[in-house]
């Protein structure tokens, strides 16, 4: 850590590059009951007219494609979004199936307290909010005027620093920063996924789609297992080989239970309510 503090003392926080790109380190419970946390590097890129939020994994991705020549796509479940600079209006890219566009308003209404630290030369104010049905506690520094953070965690008279609630579900950190000569390109990893634009739909429709695909996790599979033709073809659901149609009552269940159990979002105002145990 002190190797990166040094680094965030010495970066020039100068905004004329056509990207200032922030890396921030996401730890995160897929299940609230677990004491076991994920982590992930999380790329906040600040453009000059839009500003973009997702997994550091995709920018790795993208650069062996290009280097390569290959066409590989990932997607994971950590959020990945867009917004125009300085708005709350936030694209959010989804993945159930199919790649969908969900647009949310995501106004929060911070309280600022008098409280403050240093880290790495910088002196950052601590703020409270609630949103999405949790407690937030940010750290935010005056010293970089773009009133951004992670997620759709922003809004603040400054750029924050460190963010987390007060379960200790999720924490955001920044570890990095550093300017890019010209915008990012992101439409081979986010807008056009797998060579296919996203469809747009409300937040009503996201809900029923997860809720079908709760309801019978193996519909696609299903069909490509029927239809297949290749004796030699293998068939893999959560890494068990799949020999007969028999096996898929049980699949279905195991995978059902997985969703129920990480079922933990950032924003646990939207959790869905699954059906069973």
Known sequence: MKAILIFLITFSVSLTAQTHRFIYEYQFKMDSTSAEYRKANMVLDVNTEDVKFYNYDFVVTDSTNKTKGQNSIIWDDTPALIRKKNSNINSNYIHVQNMFIVDTEDQINWK???????????????????????????????????SEGPYKLRGLPGMIFEIGDDKNNFKFSLVKSYKLSKTYDTSAI????????????????????????????????????????????????????????????????????????????????????????
């Not at 030369?121 to 601590?126: A, S």
């Not at 079908?212 to 996790?217: E, G, K, S, T, V």
Request: charged share 30%.
């Open 112 to 146: 600022l307290s008098d409280e403050t630290k240093n880290l790495g030369g910088y002196k950052l104010q601590k703020a409270t909010a609630r949103f999405g049905g949790r407690n937030w506690t940010a750290w935010f520094t005056k010293d970089i005027a773009l």
């Open 190 to 277: 986010i807008e056009n996924f797998g060579g296919q634009k996203p469809v747009k739909i409300t937040e009503a429709k996201l809900k029923k789609l997860m809720l079908d695909n709760y309801n019978d996790p193996l519909h696609e599979f299903k069909e490509h297992y029927k239809n297949n033709t290749d004796p030699g073809a293998r068939f893999m659901v959560m890494g068990i080989e799949v020999k007969s149609s028999e096996q898929l009552k049980e699949l279905s269940d195991l995978m059902q239970k997985n969703i129920r159990k990480n079922n933990n979002p950032l924003e646990f105002s939207k959790a869905i309510h699954y059906p069973g145990k």
